[in-house]
Every structure is written in C-alpha cells, then in structure tokens.
Nanobody, 122 residues
Framework: QVQLVESGGGLVQAGGSLRLSCAAS????????MGWFRQAPGKEREFVAG????????YYADSVKGRFTISRDNAKNTVYLQMNSLKPEDTAVYYC???????????????WGQGTQVTVSS
C-alpha cells in the first residue's frame, strides 16, 4: 500500500506562484511514474503533469505547458509541482497520483492522494 500526502496549496493572486509537494510512503518510490491531476468544481478530473519513474521524461497538459514544472526527488520520496504565472482557471483541487510498474507516463494511477486546494484570485 502506498500513501501519498500533498501539501503546498493555498490562495494566491493571478500571476503568482505556488509549489505543491507530494510525499510518498514505501521503499519502491523510484519505480513509480508520478503525476498531478486537478478537478475544478463541476468538471471532471484532468491530467496536469507527469514524470517518468526515473525522472528523465516529463509530460504536461497544453493548458499548463510553459508555466508548470514537475520534478521528483527519489531520495526524499517526493514529487513537486512548481506552478508559475497562475491564472484563475487554474483554481482546482490538485491530486498527486502514482502508477507502479516502471512505466514512463502515468495513465492509470494505482494510488491517489487526498488532494490540496489551489485558489487563484483575479
């Protein structure tokens, strides 16, 4: 069983920045593809960013490309999402997710965090 705990959400003005962190339990974090998803009120959960198990490959939704950066520190069992130039439409609950099995891109998460709220005011 893997537990994922997000932190770093909050309220920020448009144009500002936030960094989300996701700490994972377990000794096989290095074998997981990791990702961030988000869900805004009344909308379906959507993919935001992903990083391969080794950290060499990253993937982004078109809506955040150039503004968000995903990274991971396997020594700390932690994945990060640096969010810059935030917009009101980025307001959502952000979820950390993990997919086991040495996959390159997360597509079918096996584990989810509880979510952290990000609110961007205009």
């Amino acid at each position: 069983q893997v537990q994922l705990v997000e932190s770093g959400g909050g309220l920020v003005q448009a144009g500002g920045s936030l960094r989300l962190s996701c700490a994972a339990s377990g000794r096989t974090f290095g074998s997981y593809a990791m990702g961030w998803f988000r869900q805004a009120p009344g909308k379906e959960r959507e993919f935001v960013a992903g990083v391969s198990w080794g950290g060499r490959s990253t993937y982004y939704a078109d809506s955040v490309k150039g503004r968000f950066t995903i990274s991971r520190d396997n020594a700390k069992n932690t994945v990060y999402l640096q969010m810059n130039s935030l917009k009101p439409e980025d307001t959502a609950v952000y979820y950390c997710a993990a997919e086991t099995g040495y996959v390159r891109k997360i597509t079918t998460p096996d584990y989810w965090g509880q979510g952290t709220q990000v609110t961007v005011s205009s």
